[in-house]
Nanobody, 124 residues
């Protein structure tokens, strides 16, 4: 089993930046594809970003393209999500997830392990 712990959430103003981290343990991190998802109150969990096991490929939902950047350090092992130019609509609980195959996908049901989430609140 993979253990995931997110951190870095908080309350910020629109236009600010945050960097989320996800510390990974329990399995060889470099063998895992990783994803970031978010869930706002009353809404379904949605894909935000995915990153291949090697870090060579990243994928983003359209609403965050150009603003968010997913990265990983396989030596830490930690997953990151740099979030710039935050907007109110980015307010949600953010989760990192691990998939025990090299390729990331956008479907949360494809992921095997999840963190507990970190809250991001963007005020106007």
């Amino acid at each position: 089993q993979v253990h995931l712990v997110e951190s870095g959430g908080g309350l910020v103003q629109a236009g600010d930046s945050l960097r989320l981290s996800c510390a990974v343990s329990g399995r060889t991190f470099s063998n895992l594809a990783m994803g970031w998802f978010r869930q706002a109150p009353g809404k379904e969990r949605e894909f935000v970003a995915g990153i291949k096991w090697s870090g060579s490929s990243t994928y983003y939902t359209d609403s965050v393209k150009g603003r968010f950047t997913a990265s990983r350090d396989n030596t830490k092992p930690t997953l990151y999500l740099q979030m710039n130019s935050l907007v109110v609509e980015d307010t949600a609980t953010y989760y990192c997830a691990a998939r025990r195959v090299p390729m990331a996908t956008m479907d949360p049901s494809d992921y095997d392990d999840w963190g507990q989430g970190t809250q991001v609140t963007v005020s106007s």
